[in-house]
């Protein structure tokens, strides 16, 4: 008796087949499927990276405006500095001018007058008019030797022969000096006083002895 298996063959062929088409399409459905979680997956970090990217953009933005705030805040107080730097300056010129003329009146022997006074820088430069020359003398040994707020004070013309001046009726030997103003050290100078012993204006006012 003859018995054919070749059809049992074919039909296990084909349930093998079907199983093994069976198995590949599971094994691409389940790697489809991974690749969505996968790609969803990477979707959601790449969006909270991104977000923290741009988290991190704000913060270094704050970070660099308030840098901005700080710097022009320092330029405002470099600027203030000045400021006030320049006022003390000011200030202090203006007290060590007061202070020099003060001592020039001070010293000022009974019968000298002042016609010119003029400040350049440190220098303070006295013309005027004396008697004598023994007054023009004394009043450049007083401020030689007792100066405090003057310094190398000298004689830069003096003429020997009287000079008379009609239009402030003065008649007397005329004179020019200079001296150097001292610069006070620290902030503990004394402004000067109030008792001045005379400032007139030789334009305007008749000449009285100082």
Same mark, same amino acid.
């Given at each position: 008796m003859l018995i054919n298996f070749l059809p049992h063959r074919d039909w296990t062929l084909a349930r093998e087949r079907k199983k093994f088409v069976r198995t590949l399409a599971l094994v691409a459905l389940l790697g489809l499927l991974f690749t969505a979680v996968a790609g969803? =997956?990477?979707?959601?970090?790449?969006?909270?990276?991104?977000?923290?990217?741009?988290?991190? @953009?704000?913060?270094?933005?704050?970070?660099?405006?308030? &840098?901005?705030k700080i710097k022009?805040?320092?330029?405002?107080?470099?600027?203030?500095?000045? @400021?006030?730097?320049?006022?003390?300056a000011l200030q202090d010129e203006r007290q060590l001018t007061a202070l020099g003329l003060q001592e020039v009146l001070e010293h000022l022997p009974d019968g000298l007058y002042l016609t010119a006074l003029?400040?350049? +820088?440190?220098?303070?430069?006295?013309?005027?008019? %004396?008697r004598s020359d023994q007054q023009v003398f004394q009043l450049l040994?007083?401020?030689?030797?007792?100066? @405090? =707020?003057?310094?190398? %004070?000298?004689?830069?013309?003096? #003429?020997?022969?009287? =000079? #008379?001046? +009609?239009? &402030?009726?003065l008649t007397g030997t005329p004179f020019a000096m200079r001296a150097l103003l001292k610069r006070p050290v620290g902030r503990d100078a004394a402004p000067p006083t109030t008792g001045v012993r005379c400032i007139r204006r030789a334009e305007t006012e008749a000449p009285r002895p100082c």
């Open positions: 969803v =997956w990477l979707d959601q970090q790449l969006s909270a990276q991104q977000a923290a990217n741009q988290r991190l @953009r704000l913060e270094i933005a704050a970070v660099d405006s308030q &840098l901005t022009q805040v320092k330029e405002e107080l470099v600027k203030l500095k000045l @400021r006030e730097a320049s006022l003390q003029k400040q350049e +820088g440190d220098k303070l430069m006295l013309n005027g008019m %004396a040994q007083q401020m030689a030797s007792q100066g @405090r =707020w003057l310094a190398q %004070a000298e004689l830069t013309e003096v #003429t020997g022969a009287p =000079w #008379t001046s +009609g239009a &402030l009726a």
